[in-house]
């Protein structure tokens, strides 16, 4: 038997040896307080490698990294050497690309008496640490609800029937079966003026460990667009009024964010509509009054009144019908379009009017209006004029825009479709169903948003001001299901 001093020696000397490892496409969780010793780690062999490192705590005392693909240096450091490189931290993520044909090491250079959590990750495919690119997508608020979407995932393949057997889908009835493996999408919410989530390392890993305003009610996969399948969390419990700062982390690991929404005032009296499966971009508060004995406070597939589903079911058919007496697949009416693009179109339209979109003024924050001038870049007045939504006052009395919809007793504004939805069913249907959209000359802007994507003039694609529907600041400008 060993006296027990040599085996404490003998352990220590493993311990001494034992070169902590970095696995290829795996993350490792750390902590400055118990890193190994000496705190490096053995990187493994890639020809591209992507090492990534997210910190997960805030403070001063933050780690430096730094890594080699020389074999023959064993301790990277400040003091540099033949291919020793700093990996470079900002915002709480650092993110290096290199050559590792033979390995290398990477050294965490820290003071280990304070406690700081941050995340190592290899990877040959990619950093497997990121700031998304795509940012949440607000669907709409109401006093105290938000309907918020993840970044998308899966586009959908489109299918284009042919001739002979050219047949368009009726009106979709129940929504198509979400994909088999998703993203762990998790959403964290706060109120911009009192937690500063902005101000944290931008890292999945330290916004997911941050507390969430409001509560989910509802989460599920749904097909809003041709972008993609994506989360849906219709989030309950929020405040009147209040601007909120949102993030989506991706499986932990990425970042989506921020996205900045405010919610309705008190008196907002329209409710959400969602889960609509024939009109899968309307996912937001619409003209009814409040739902009674509803699972979720909103209206769906199971309580929308009939009135409303029928009618518009009913106009779907009629017009894949007329479509389809043109040989489609056959007889092509334009180089571009097919009658399966008309209408996909045309729904998208008749969605977009049959179900009107209750409104309250944006603040057109500072932000939104440094892009218009950007944007606006013909114009000649170095002061841009206040960009407003397409807001249209209802009164009891006005003629509702769509009869099924019963009267609210209650004025409300109204947000417009944007016109570039009607124009998109000009350009992609055939002359011969005579579908046709204002001008903008003539009075557009009294039933569409008119000048925010596109410009208002023709042949003025994309010059619209803001450019957009919406943007991530919480200004929603028109109408785009
Ligand atoms: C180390 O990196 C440098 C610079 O990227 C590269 O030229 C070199 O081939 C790499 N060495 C090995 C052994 O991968
Ligand atoms: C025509 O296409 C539809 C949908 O793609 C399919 O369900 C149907 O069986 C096809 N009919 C014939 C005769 O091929
Ligand atoms: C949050 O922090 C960032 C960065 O420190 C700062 O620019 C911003 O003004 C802060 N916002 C609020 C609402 O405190
Ligand atoms: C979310 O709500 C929809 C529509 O009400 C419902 O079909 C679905 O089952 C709900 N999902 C969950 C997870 O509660
Ligand atoms: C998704 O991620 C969250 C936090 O990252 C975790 O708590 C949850 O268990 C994960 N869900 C699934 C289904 O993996
Ligand atoms: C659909 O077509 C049928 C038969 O042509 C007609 O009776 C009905 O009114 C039409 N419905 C709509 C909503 O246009
Ligand atoms: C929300 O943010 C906007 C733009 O930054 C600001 O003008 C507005 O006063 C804020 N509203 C509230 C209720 O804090
Ligand atoms: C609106 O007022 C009319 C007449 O007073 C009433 O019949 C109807 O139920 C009211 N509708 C709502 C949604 O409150
Ligand atoms: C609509 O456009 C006309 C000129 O094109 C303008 O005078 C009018 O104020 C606009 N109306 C609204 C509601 O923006």
Request: net charge negative; charged share 10%.
């Amino acid at each position: 038997m060993l006296p027990e001093t040599l085996i404490c020696l003998l352990n220590a000397a493993i311990i001494q040896a034992a070169t902590a490892q970095l696995s290829l496409n795996s993350i490792l969780s750390l902590n400055a307080q118990n890193l190994p010793s000496p705190p490096t780690f053995s990187v493994p062999a890639a020809e591209t490698l992507t090492i990534t490192v997210a910190f997960c705590s805030s403070g001063t005392s933050s780690p430096r990294f730094f890594v080699t693909n020389s074999t023959s240096v064993d301790d990277p450091g400040p003091d540099g050497g033949e291919d020793v490189y700093e990996i470079l931290v900002e915002e709480g993520l650092g993110t290096f690309s290199g050559i590792f044909s033979e390995g290398g090491v990477l050294a965490v250079d820290t003071d280990n008496s304070n406690s700081f959590a941050f995340e190592i990750g290899a990877s040959d495919d990619g950093p497997l640490h990121q700031v998304l690119a795509t940012f949440p997508l607000l669907g709409d608020t109401t006093s105290n609800q938000a309907l918020i979407f993840s970044p998308p995932f899966d586009p959908p393949t489109l299918v284009e029937p042919s001739y002979p057997n050219y047949t368009l889908p009726g009106p979709s009835l129940s929504p198509p079966s979400p994909p088999d493996s998703s993203p762990n999408f998790t959403i964290v919410i706060a109120p911009t003026s009192s937690q500063n989530l902005t101000s944290l390392p931008q890292t999945a890993c330290m916004i997911s460990s941050q507390s969430s305003s409001g509560n989910i009610a509802n989460e599920s996969l749904w097909l809003r667009d041709e972008d993609g399948w994506r989360t849906q969390w219709i989030i309950e419990g929020l405040s009147p009024q209040t601007n909120y700062t949102a993030y989506v982390s991706e499986d932990g690991k990425k970042l989506s964010g921020p996205m900045y929404f405010t919610t309705k005032s008190a008196v907002f009296a329209c409710p959400l509509a969602a889960f609509l499966p024939y009109c899968p971009g309307v996912t937001y508060a619409v003209p009814l009054p409040s739902p009674q004995n509803a699972a979720l406070s909103l209206y769906d597939n199971t309580n929308i009144p009939s009135a409303i589903s029928d009618t518009l079911t009913a106009y779907f058919s009629n017009f894949t019908t007329t479509l389809t007496t043109q040989a489609c697949g056959r007889d092509y009416y334009s180089p571009l379009q097919t009658c399966a693009d008309c209408q996909r179109a045309y729904f998208r339209w008749l969605c977009s009017v049959s179900f009107p979109r209750c409104g309250e003024a944006s603040s057109a924050s500072a932000t939104a209006s440094s892009s218009l001038s950007s944007s606006s870049s013909t114009g000649t007045s170095s002061t841009p004029p206040t960009l407003t939504s397409a807001l249209q006052l209802q009164s009891p009395t006005s003629t509702p825009r769509n009869s099924a919809f019963p009267s609210l007793n209650t004025s409300y504004s109204v947000l417009l479709p944007c016109i570039e939805t009607c124009q998109a069913a000009d350009r992609a249907c055939p002359n011969f169903l005579g579908f046709a959209c204002p001008l903008a000359r003539f009075n557009a802007n009294s039933s569409y948003g008119v000048g925010y994507i596109d410009g208002a003039e023709p042949e003025q694609e994309g010059l619209g001001v803001p450019g957009s529907a919406q943007d991530r600041w919480g200004n929603i400008w028109c109408n785009l299901v």
